[in-house]
């Protein structure tokens, strides 16, 4: 994998990040799901320059790595306290574009109240809310989303969190570019990669603390979940913050150093395709982190289910795989934040 052997090819300038959202970019050129012309646009803005995006692809050994058309830069058993737990669950292999998923809560469902809200960090934030209808007090999460920005497919999971009991928001890290609406589908996931982690931890952190202050959140019952981008940093808002309770990150990369996560106070669950070798390969790294400093660890592989299997907005949807994971992130979070 790129992120995990770059060593072996001159580009090291380029951090886990990029190297992980360039590789899984031409997953999706591969599998059909994006031209090669979009393909070489959106890794320029992944990389950096033309001639970064050229070399990345002959490591990959693409042969017709040698014309890139010219682009502007772009800037089941639940673990113990000392072991981890592997369950996995079988599902019918399926892929679908656009189908909607049985869990869908809509913008205007009775049940649940929703606003677009701003909060402050180093720069304005932009984010989505969902909270239930009903009076009463709930467990706060943070969802945090793919490398596309604030899409309607996560105000829609908030929507979910909420319809499920809690308060939900769901931060816009795209927000230091102006937001999502400010950047081309394929300028965001330059635009998020080569972001400071440092910074978009920072502004995780002031959405922790804009959540915790609203009406009828438990402010201390909070955690997290996210996806791909976001499940990589659900691990480091979960390693960072040490009031986020319960995490999962949904085929998110293990940070590199995994070490970070021996600070977390996160009882985490991973959900990962079974045949998602690219962010699978980096599981023993947590795994190994989360049993040698005595934290609450599971991970779930569902058979059949690649990565993304959860966005019913995209080719690599699988619903099967998509609702058993939506109900062990609903009995994680019951377990440990209710």
């Given at each position: 994998?790129?992120y995990r052997?770059r060593?072996e090819f001159?580009?090291?300038?380029?951090?886990?990040?990029?190297?992980?959202?360039?590789e899984?970019t031409?997953d999706?050129?591969r599998?059909?799901h994006?031209?090669?012309?979009?393909?070489?646009?959106?890794?320029?803005y992944i990389?950096?320059?033309s001639?970064a995006a050229m070399?990345?692809?002959?490591?990959?050994?693409?042969s017709t790595?040698?014309?890139?058309p010219?682009?502007?830069?772009?800037t089941t058993?639940?673990?113990?306290t000392?072991t981890?737990?592997?369950?996995t669950?079988s599902?019918?292999?399926?892929?679908?574009?656009?189908?909607?998923?049985?869990l869908s809560v809509?913008?205007?469902?009775?049940?649940?109240?929703?606003s677009?809200v701003?909060?402050?960090?180093d720069?304005?934030?932009f984010g989505?809310?969902?909270?239930?209808k009903?009076?009463g007090?709930?467990p706060g999460?943070?969802v945090?989303?793919?490398?596309?920005g604030l899409?309607?497919?996560?105000r829609?999971v908030?929507?979910?969190?909420a319809?499920a009991?809690y308060?939900?928001?769901?931060?816009?890290?795209?927000?230091?570019?102006?937001?999502?609406?400010?950047l081309?589908a394929d300028q965001?996931?330059g635009?998020?990669?080569q972001?400071?982690?440092?910074d978009l931890?920072?502004d995780?952190?002031?959405?922790?603390t804009?959540?915790?202050?609203?009406?009828?959140?438990k402010?201390?019952?909070l955690?997290?979940?996210g996806?791909?981008?976001?499940g990589?940093?659900?691990?480091?808002?979960a390693a960072?913050n040490p009031?986020i309770?319960a995490?999962?990150?949904?085929?998110?990369?293990t940070?590199?150093?995994?070490?970070?996560?021996?600070?977390?106070?996160?009882?985490?669950l991973?959900?990962?395709?079974a045949?998602d070798?690219?962010?699978?390969?980096?599981i023993?790294?947590l795994?190994k982190v989360m049993k040698?400093?005595g934290?609450?660890?599971?991970k779930?592989?569902?058979?059949?289910?690649?990565?993304?299997?959860?966005n019913?907005t995209?080719?690599s949807y699988?619903?099967p795989a998509?609702?058993?994971?939506?109900?062990?992130?609903?009995d994680?979070?019951?377990k440990?934040?209710?």
């Amino acid at each position: 994998m790129i992120y995990r052997q770059r060593e072996e090819f001159s580009l090291d300038r380029l951090n886990q990040m990029q190297c992980y959202l360039a590789e899984e970019t031409i997953d999706d050129y591969r599998a059909g799901h994006m031209s090669r012309r979009r393909m070489l646009r959106r890794l320029i803005y992944i990389c950096g320059s033309s001639a970064a995006a050229m070399s990345l692809l002959a490591a990959c050994g693409d042969s017709t790595a040698t014309n890139v058309p010219a682009t502007s830069t772009a800037t089941t058993t639940i673990a113990t306290t000392t072991t981890a737990a592997t369950t996995t669950t079988s599902v019918a292999a399926t892929t679908a574009v656009a189908v909607k998923s049985p869990l869908s809560v809509a913008a205007n469902d009775p049940a649940v109240d929703t606003s677009e809200v701003t909060f402050q960090s180093d720069t304005q934030m932009f984010g989505y809310l969902a909270k239930p209808k009903a009076s009463g007090t709930y467990p706060g999460i943070i969802v945090i989303h793919e490398n596309r920005g604030l899409t309607d497919h996560i105000r829609d999971v908030a929507r979910r969190l909420a319809k499920a009991g809690y308060i939900a928001l769901a931060p816009d890290l795209v927000s230091r570019a102006g937001g999502t609406g400010k950047l081309s589908a394929d300028q965001i996931p330059g635009f998020l990669s080569q972001a400071k982690i440092e910074d978009l931890v920072k502004d995780l952190n002031a959405g922790v603390t804009f959540l915790e202050k609203q009406q009828g959140v438990k402010a201390d019952k909070l955690g997290v979940v996210g996806f791909c981008f976001g499940g990589s940093y659900t691990l480091q808002l979960a390693a960072a913050n040490p009031k986020i309770l319960a995490a999962v990150p949904y085929y998110g990369v293990t940070p590199n150093p995994a070490s970070i996560m021996s600070k977390t106070n996160a009882a985490i669950l991973g959900n990962y395709g079974a045949t998602d070798t690219r962010v699978d390969s980096t599981i023993p790294d947590l795994e190994k982190v989360m049993k040698d400093n005595g934290k609450i660890y599971e991970k779930k592989l569902y058979d059949g289910a690649g990565h993304a299997f959860n966005n019913d907005t995209g080719a690599s949807y699988n619903e099967p795989a998509a609702l058993a994971a939506w109900q062990a992130t609903l009995d994680w979070f019951g377990k440990y934040l209710k």
